[in-house]
Each structure stands twice: as C-alpha cells, then as structure tokens.
C-alpha cells in the first residue's frame, strides 16, 4: 500500500503580480501603506517626548521633497483603500433589507463612500477651525 | 473542538479599516501635505508647543493611540495574509512575525504616548 498523493496543480509563483490578481495584491499593499503612514506619526511622538529639538528634525523631515512625495503615495493609497473598503463592505456583512426588498450592493458602497466624504470634511473643517 | 484565534485579530483589523476610510486620507493630507507646506493651517499648525499641548491631553493621547495602533494592526494582518498567499513562510511564522510587530509597535506607542507627559 502506498500513501495516497492528490495531484496538486502547479502554482505560478509570481501570480500576484499578473492581473487579475495584481489588483488585490495592490490593495492589501494599500493596507501596509497605512500601517507605514501610523508608523511616520509614532516616529513624531518618539520626538515629541524625546523633546523640541528632535520634533523639529521630524517636521523638518515632513518639509522634504522625499516626505512630501511619500505623502502624495501615502494619500492615493488612503483614497484607493477608501474605495475597495466600501466595495468589499457590503460582501462581508449580512444582507441589508429595507422595506422588505434586499439593498443592492452597489448602494450600500455609495452609502459608505458618502460616509468618507463627509468624514473627510468634517477632519478638514475641523483643522481649520482649531488652526492657529 | 479547537477555537480559531484568527477572529480576535479581525476586531483591530476591522477597526483600523473603518478608522482609515472614514479620516485616513484627511489625515495624511493635514499632517503630510498641508501643514509641512504650510497650504490653508498656517505653517505652525502642528508646532512643538500645539503638538505637545495635544499629546498632553489624555483624549489626545488616546487619538494617537487608536490611529496609530489600528492603522498598525490593519497593515499587520493584511501583510500576513498577502505573505501567505504569496506561499513566502509558513502561517504560524508570518502570525507571528507581523501580529508580533504590532503587538511591540503598540507597546512603544503607548510607552512614548506615557513619555511625553501629562
């Protein structure tokens, strides 16, 4: 008797970087960003407590054309994490009915993307309101 | 009948998700692009006296904290499921590797959080 041995198809190593899965592969890199843009504000609070002089070597960081062009990187990968978040949002929660009828996906990612709008208003106003 | 652990990691995962569609892209324009360029706040929105002043409430304190370790944990749990389906390690060492990182980072943003003071 010999041990059973299921025929696996072969896998191409490098399918994350052909479409049509390059897409995924682009968004889940849009979660790192995120988790590299939280790390660039913990590095302001290590120089914040580390004192006056190490918070103004961070802004001045913040003020290089390499910090100010990461940003711009920074700020498509929010706007594209945006949008595939309330893409996928209405696949991974239970089906809406309202009314008795089912809500169509494409509306509850309208609802959530009209959500992030406002939210993005609303963190604007607020910066200019509590600017100096 | 063994428990899977993966659904405690969805909670940060999922928080951080909603925290960063709802505010991230304003966030990262404020602090990245406007206020270093001094565009619409003023060049000292985000002076060492502001910044200190705001990382001395304990309400400011805990913004930071939920920002930066959501968004930490959200990266966390992505990049070891991309690792994974990208067959580079196995499951256990990429759990580790990545939910270790953001359990350390989490522990250096609070301990930087409590060194800034009150």
Redo the contacts between chains.
Sequence with gaps: MSAPRPYTRP?D?QW?ARPPYLAY?VR??A????????????W???A??RG?AA??AW?GF??SPL??L???I??AA??L??WT??RIMPKTMPRLVIGGQYVPQARITAG?LA??AA??IV??LL??WV?? | MKRAIAPVFWLPFGAGGVIAALIGPALVLITGIAAPLGIGIGPDFMSFARAQAFAHHPLGKLVLLAIIALFVWHGAERIYLTLHDMHLASKPALAWLCYGAAGVITIVTVIALLAVGF
């Excluded at chain 1, 979660?31 to 913990?42: Q, V």
């Design positions: 896998i190593p994350w592969t889940e890199a979660g790192a960003a995120i988790a590299l843009y939280a790390l660039i504000l913990l302001g609070v290590i914040l407590a006056a918070y103004e802004l913040l003020r910090s100010l990461l940003h711009v920074l700020l929010m706007l994490h945006v978040w309330f959530g959500v992030a939210g993005f963190v604007l910066a200019l600017r100096p």
